[in-house]
């Protein structure tokens, strides 16, 4: 069984910087693709931010020039650096990872903008 591990969630000023990490283990061997999303109460899981494991990337158009999506395949991590948060980014962020058709989710990290 495979688990996703976030961390770095917590509360921040607006425009200030928080960066997300997320550990998998277990079963895992190689995750294809990995992505954060996002979620406030009652609203959907929306995607904000993909990465290949060719490292190809892409972001929801709010995060585009303030957020960056990395990984590190061999430790099956992925990374989010958030810039220059906004109030509207606060949001549990969850980490996802697929391998050979199967998808996993982690429990999320909470991430509070506010002065």
């Known amino acids: 069984q495979v688990q996703l591990v976030e961390s770095g969630g917590g509360l921040v000023q607006p425009g200030g910087s928080l960066r997300l990490s997320c550990s998998a283990s277990?079963?895992?061997?190689?995750?294809?693709?990995m992505a954060w999303y996002r979620q406030t109460p009652g609203d959907q899981r929306e995607l904000v931010a993909i990465i290949s494991r060719g490292g190809a990337t892409k972001y929801a158009d709010s995060v585009k020039g303030r957020f960056t999506i990395s990984r590190d395949n061999a430790k099956n991590t992925v990374y989010l650096q958030m810039n220059s948060l906004k109030p509207e980014d606060a949001a549990v962020y969850y980490c996802?990872?697929?391998?050979?058709?199967?998808?996993?989710w982690g429990k999320g990290t909470l991430v509070t903008v506010s002065s």
């Open positions: 277990g079963s895992i061997s190689s995750a294809h693709t």
């Open positions: 996802y990872a697929v391998q050979w058709g199967i998808d996993y």
